[in-house]
């Protein structure tokens, strides 16, 4: 597979970070893993967003501290991926959310580049005490739940989002 780093985002990827998201829209598809991205066309804005929400002090209150990475590809520098960690759960997030949500470009799927992303990103998950990361994908999203299986994922329940009104299956890893 080709060599992947995962980095704390700074405006040095202001550009990649402007792609990605236009990457999404154009393919209508979900940007999981990047926090406000969607709702946010100006990637400077989006990054001190981020550095906000690194920080307890700077979370806003119903909010939860979280830390945002992005998977660049060295050999052309690309931005092929996003994925977080929320440090921990509200009570939505313990039922609906999870700690983990991640994507990679349309383009550069089928390449292992979200198996790595994960795995990567289970080993900081001690750092906030988390024992048992949790993550819930939508039942027909195949490659995310094989994603999350390929990372010792373990199936727990399915559960029914009322906020959006979608069905979620809920898997934990233990790390
Ligand atoms: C889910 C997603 C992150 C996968 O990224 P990726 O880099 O292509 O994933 P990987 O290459 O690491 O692995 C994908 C696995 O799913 C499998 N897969 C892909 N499409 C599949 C399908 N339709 N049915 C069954 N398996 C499928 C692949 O074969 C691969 O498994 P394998 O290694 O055993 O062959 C990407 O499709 C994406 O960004 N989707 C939108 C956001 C999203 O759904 N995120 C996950 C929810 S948090």
Redesign the pocket.
Known sequence: MDQLMLLKPGKDYAEGIFRYRNA?IMAG?????TGSLYRMPDPEAWLDQVTDLSRPETTPEEWVTTSQYICVRPYDNRLV?MIQLRHSLNEYLQQYG?H???????D???????????RNVLRYAKDYDIDRVL????PR????????E?NGGEFLDKVLDPEYEIELERYSIGV
């Open positions: 999404f598809d979900s940007m999981d893993g991926g999870g983990v949500e991640f994507s990679v470009l349309p550069e799927r089928g390449k292992g580049y979200a198996t790595w992303m994960l993550l819930a994908v939508e999203n195949a490659a995310g739940k094989r994603v999350i390929k």
